[in-house]
């Protein structure tokens, strides 16, 4: 099946750290999602990307879409505490009708 | 607004009793809905997805299955549950197939 590789894995970080994680594939993407997941809850979305090199901001968070399609990153600036969680991307492949496909995640620690 | 919900919030079970995991939707209709475990704090995998009443799409075999018997409602069962069976379990919902997915506060299931 189609496959998202993200990584990092995990990241260890200083609070005031920035951070940046991405996710890639060898297929072309019409969508790309990244959502946080705090330990113990659901998923929330955090930036939704829908055109090839759109760059979104939310906060601290910057996303963009690669202009290949088969690519997108996630940067967080200042790290704090709270940015500790599981971040994965989720992506809408093109041409098909099924389902986001998601990548493994990448869990954040933030030291104080 | 839309929101999710999921009950219970936590469960433990022994070995070999029954299970039923309830999500509901307020604020849309005729959502479409899935069931996702989550182990170890890491990766998603989708297990049931729904696009209407009745209509159940089971991604992988297992010890498991899923009903929708209204519309905004997905219940997650299984007849006997196994040490496996363990994990965090999610219910998400969009609009249609290819669109953001949304996701409840999870239910965590402990199987002993």
């Known amino acids: 099946g189609q496959q998202l590789n993200q990584s990092p894995q995990s990241m260890f970080i200083q609070e005031g750290e920035d951070v940046s994680m991405n996710c890639t594939s060898s297929?072309?993407?019409?969508?790309w999602l990244w959502y946080k997941q705090d330990p113990g809850e659901g998923p929330v979305l955090l930036i939704a990307?829908?055109?090839?090199?759109e760059l979104t901001s939310n906060g601290r968070l910057t996303a963009q879409f690669g202009i290949t399609r088969k690519d997108s990153f996630l940067n967080i600036s200042a790290s704090i505490p709270s940015d500790v969680g599981i971040y994965f991307c989720?992506?809408?492949?093109?041409?098909?009708?099924?389902?986001?496909?998601f990548g493994k995640g990448t869990k954040l620690s933030v030291k104080p | 607004s839309q929101t999710i919900h999921q009950w219970p919030a936590t469960l433990v079970q022994p070995v070999g009793s029954p299970l039923s995991l309830e999500c509901t939707v307020e604020g849309t209709s005729n959502p479409n809905l899935y069931w996702y475990r989550q182990a170890a704090g890491r990766g998603l995998q989708l297990l049931f997805y729904s696009v209407g009443i009745g209509q159940i799409s089971s991604e992988v075999p297992q010890n498991l299955s899923a009903s929708r018997p209204q519309d905004r409602q997905f219940i997650l069962s299984s007849k006997k549950l196994l040490l496996s069976d363990s994990g965090f379990y999610l219910c998400?919902?969009?609009?249609?197939?290819?669109?953001?997915?949304?996701f409840g506060p999870g239910t965590r299931l402990t199987v002993l």
């Open positions: 998400a919902w969009s609009r249609g197939m290819t669109d953001t997915q949304y």
């Open positions: 990307l829908y055109k090839a090199g």
């Open positions: 989720a992506g809408q492949l093109r041409g098909s009708q099924g389902n986001l496909i």
């Open positions: 297929s072309i993407f019409n969508t």
